[in-house]
RNA sequence: AGCGGGGUGGGGUAGUCAGGAAAUCCCGACGGGCUCAUAACCCGUAGAUCCAUGGUUCGAAUCCAUGCCCCGCUACCA
């Protein structure tokens, strides 16, 4: 639907007016409605609707949201909304495709009322599977936890809130709502091409899925963009996973191989297991608040920390004569190790699962708590030949998928380009723009035809200059060079010299275009060289 | 326009709620070291008007006010 903005009468669309002041528009608030596919004016009419009582659930709502945990702009959000005005809510839609609405053939759900309730549905599939009860999360005591994109905050913690409460269900814990994802800066869509596919794109591709797991939580705390461009994903792979996580595992493991073929004799130091302690202590804390990132970076930080003992404390050269204190360096570097990978386990799972065995563990990484990272490891356990776990994704490989996005988006571009009516796109001059044009007003001396041309004449122009301009003017079809002597004009003066029939012009006169040319002149006379603003 | 979130070295990013000496980390640049390890790792150097202006304070990236810019939402797109 398209019409017009009644707060600055520019063209705007739906509930927007995009182009001019960018207010948004209620419904009814566009003049002059117009369909935009078959150009009819928009009418009102009339049809039966159901309503969800969300008014009635405002006190509950204030008392819940001061509760809920997660992120303050979710929850700021939600509160402003729910302070100052909560209606009621149409949850009925007239579309052909939707669920429909009991009793109403004519009507479907509307998507946000039976969306979340698809959170219970695949909690039973699972917990069928499972040999678990799916009320024990919903209708028992548990720990419901949404993430979520910001763009959907007031659904998770006003509507879904709402619903849960009204129909007996427990309500969620925590809403973390996080920017948006976007490609290259540019927003994501896939209409403009600007879109990763995780099978087409990344796993078909031969990526492995714990790299964008790892690329996804660590790259920035919730409440901002997360930005994906193939060119940072290379290098936190590259610099991160690689280069400190993937290096010291492998260093310590594959030294550890080498030298002693089991994990060697001896405690490990205190210094080192208070390290880890503190280390634990850290990322708890940051993953009960749900800051990723900071858990993440905390992590990393062992890593750093690990490839740094292992560097100062020179094992390559105490195993040549110092059996005893290089296994203490080894036996501390391994539980390094052992505590990076339970650790890393919930953010890179598949990846940590391997590094498991490499450490000569048995069982599942994922069902280990943090604190076994302090439980020291077994002396003259064999430890097997480790393996490499993070390769380095070489520039070739980006480029190839850089090619294919800009081919992607190039695609969109060009198929956006057709389908959109052919409105030609004025772009917006700055006031700087502007000025750079000299134009003034001048008196036209004499004017004579040139000689060989229907359409040109040359017109010698007084602008206040010490010599009049010569000027060559394509409008002898419209006027008699004679006529023309002694009329005010307005002159483009900074017009880039040009030639035309051989006679040089140093100007363009300004005229209406309609169907010839309509010469502009001052509304009275004015001094020759007046400039024009 | 209203409401919410954000603006920090060349790029990215932490710190802001609970103000405190020279502002974190990664990349990039420059110099050095090491040789167990995937040209990896370690040490060091340079580089920041912490969006702007004003205020509070002994002290402000941090608190307050105003302004500018970016993003999200505004109940019938999901």
């Known amino acids: 639907m398209e019409g017009i903005c009644p707060h600055c009468e520019s063209p705007a669309r739906g509930d927007e007016c995009d182009q001019g002041c960018n207010r948004h528009l209620e419904p009814g608030e566009i003049l002059e409605p117009t369909c935009k596919i078959c150009e009819n ?18 006190d509950f709502l204030l008392e819940y949201l001061e509760t809920l945990e997660g992120t303050s702009n979710a929850r700021n959000y939600a509160r402003e909304w729910v302070n100052q005005e909560l209606r009621d809510w149409c949850i009925t839609r007239n579309l052909e ?30 917990c069928n599977n499972a040999g678990l009860d799916w009320k024990d999360i919903w209708q028992g005591d548990s720990s419901i936890i949404h993430f979520i994109g910001q763009d959907i905050a007031y659904h998770h913690c006003i509507f879904w809130p709402a619903m849960l409460k009204g ?4 309500l969620p814990k925590a809403v973390v709502a996080s920017g948006m994802v976007k490609i290259d800066d540019k927003t994501f869509s896939k209409s ?41 994903f290379q290098e936190k792979v590259n610099n991160e996973l ?39 202590q850290k990322v708890t804390v ?54 990076l990978v339970l650790l890393f386990e919930p953010v890179i799972p598949t990846k940590m699962n391997e590094a498991w065995g490499h450490l000569g563990q048995k069982g599942d990484v994922s069902q280990m708590k943090y604190d076994e990272g302090l439980v020291e490891l077994e002396s003259k356990r064999p430890l097997p030949k480790p393996a490499i776990l993070f390769t380095k994704i070489d520039d070739k490989k980006i480029d190839e998928m850089e090619v294919i996005m800009n081919k992607r988006i ?43 041309s229907d359409k040109l004449l040359k017109l010698q122009i007084d602008i206040g200059e010490d010599i009049p301009r010569q000027v060559v ?43 010839g040319a309509v010469l502009l002149q001052p509304e009275s006379k004015v001094e020759n060289g007046t400039p024009i603003r």
């Not at 009102?44 to 009635?56: A, C, G, K, T």
């Open 410 to 452: 190039a695609e969109a571009m060009a198929k956006e380009e057709k389908s959109a009516p052919q409105v030609p796109v004025i772009p917006v001059v700055t006031f700087e723009e502007f000025n750079t044009m000299d134009i003034r007003v001048g008196t036209v001396v004499s004017a004579e035809a040139i000689k060989g």
């Open 192 to 232: 403009r091409g600007y879109v990763v596919w995780v099978n087409d794109d990344y796993l078909d591709h031969g990526f492995q899925p714990d790299l964008l797991r790892y690329y996804l939580a660590s790259y920035t705390s919730h409440t901002k963009d997360l930005n994906f461009s193939w060119k940072v």
């Open 41 to 58: 004016k928009a009418e009102y009419r009339e049809q039966e609707h159901f309503f969800f009582r969300l008014s009635s659930f405002r």
């Open 167 to 170: 129909a007996g269900y427990s």
């Open 97 to 126: 495709w939707g669920v429909r609405f009991p009793g109403h053939d004519e009507l479907v759900v509307y998507v946000w009322v039976d969306a979340p309730i698809g959170y219970i549905s695949f909690t039973e599939e699972y």
């Open 286 to 339: 940051a993953m009960e608040e749900y800051e990723f990132k900071k858990a993440i970076d905390i992590i990393m930080g062992l890593s750093a920390y690990g490839n740094t003992y292992f560097q100062s404390k020179e094992p390559w050269h105490l195993i040549k004569n110092d059996r005893v204190a290089c296994a203490g360096v080894v036996k501390d570097c391994l539980q390094v190790a052992k505590a």
């Open 473 to 515: 003017a394509g409008i002898a079809l419209t006027h008699v060079a004679d006529e023309l002597v002694g009329r005010q004009i307005i002159l483009l003066a900074n017009m880039k010299p040009a030639k035309m029939f051989g006679v040089e012009s140093r100007g363009m006169i300004l005229a209406a275009d309609e169907n």
């Open 242 to 280: 690689v280069g400190s996580l993937g290096n010291f595992l492998y260093r310590t493991l594959h030294f550890t191989h080498k030298n002693f073929g089991e994990v060697p004799e001896g405690a490990v130091s205190d210094k080192v297991l208070d390290e880890i302690r503190s280390t634990i």
